[in-house]
């Protein structure tokens, strides 16, 4: 064990994955020398159909994480659905956004709620909860609670209404900072959130240092294919 205590936290397995998988190393010369050329090919993204656009950029810009985005309506409907347009952009101010496309032209139920309520919550998909993820991420209409759908267990933030998925190994409580429509008129709208509360289990902490193993989060290729921590992807068909 290293005496930083990060082997308790499995980064001497992922280090020893990393060394015993990569299939090409740099050379002593440094990288990409003695690296023979590739032969590539280039699209332009305006001349494409939009499928195709969204195939290649979700192709490539793998693994995604997925932010389970929960959310309550006006009238106090909860809400519940996947979104691997997802990132953490900044840790000062503390700020996720996540890309909320357009069900023909109509928002999608989360963005409604969001612009409504100006919070949300952020719960972490694990292997344990992937097929519950799966399930809340099917076209419903509004009034479909996707946490009673999946058999989730809700709990409110501290400081936001929006519900927390209780199983889920962590979870963010956000307030909406920006809004931001890509184009006009709108076809996906980027919402950026402040962190205002983060809940991680106990047991995968070691001070502020989250456990990369124990968390086994999954993360989102494209389609139905899903990666998890240590060991490549697997494959999950969406309901209906
Ligand atoms: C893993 C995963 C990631 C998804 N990411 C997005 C996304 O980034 N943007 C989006 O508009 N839809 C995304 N979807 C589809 C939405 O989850 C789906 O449209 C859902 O019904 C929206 O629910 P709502 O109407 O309750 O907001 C994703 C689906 C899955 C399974």
Redesign the pocket.
């Known amino acids: 064990m290293s005496p930083d205590g990060r082997a308790a936290l499995g980064f001497e397995t992922l280090g020893d994955l990393r060394t015993a998988e990569l299939d090409h190393r740099p050379s002593r010369d440094g990288y990409g020398v003695n690296m023979p050329p590739t032969d590539t090919t280039t699209f332009v993204p305006s001349e494409l159909e939009g499928v195709d656009r969204y195939k290649l950029l979700t192709g490539l810009i793998v693994p995604r994480p ?1 932010g389970w985005i929960g959310t309550l309506a006006p009238d106090g409907r909860q ?1 519940l ?6 990132a953490v952009v900044a840790g000062t101010p503390p700020t996720v956004l ?4 357009r ?1 023909t032209g109509t928002p ?4 409604s709620n969001v612009l409504a309520s100006r919070e949300f919550t952020v719960s972490v998909v694990d292997e344990r909860l992937a097929e519950a ?2 399930l ?5 209409p509004p009034d479909i609670d ?1 946490f009673e759908l999946a058999n989730l267990t809700p709990r409110p933030g501290d400081v936001v209404a929006a519900p927390l998925v209780s199983e889920a190994p962590a979870g963010l409580e956000c307030r909406v900072t920006h809004v931001v429509e890509l184009t006009d008129p709108p076809t ?1 709208t980027v919402v950026f959130g402040e962190v205002v509360r983060i809940h991680v289990r106990s047991d995968l902490l070691d001070g502020t240092r989250i456990d990369p193993v124990g968390l086994k989060a999954v993360g ?1 290729m494209s389609g139905s294919s899903y990666t998890r921590m240590a060991d490549g992807y697997f494959e999950m068909d ?1 309901p209906g």
Do not use: H, Q, V
């Open positions: 997925i809400n659905a996947p979104f691997s347009f997802f996540f890309s909320p496309g069900r999608k139920d989360t963005l993820m799966n809340t991420s099917g076209e419903y996707e996906n989102r969406r």
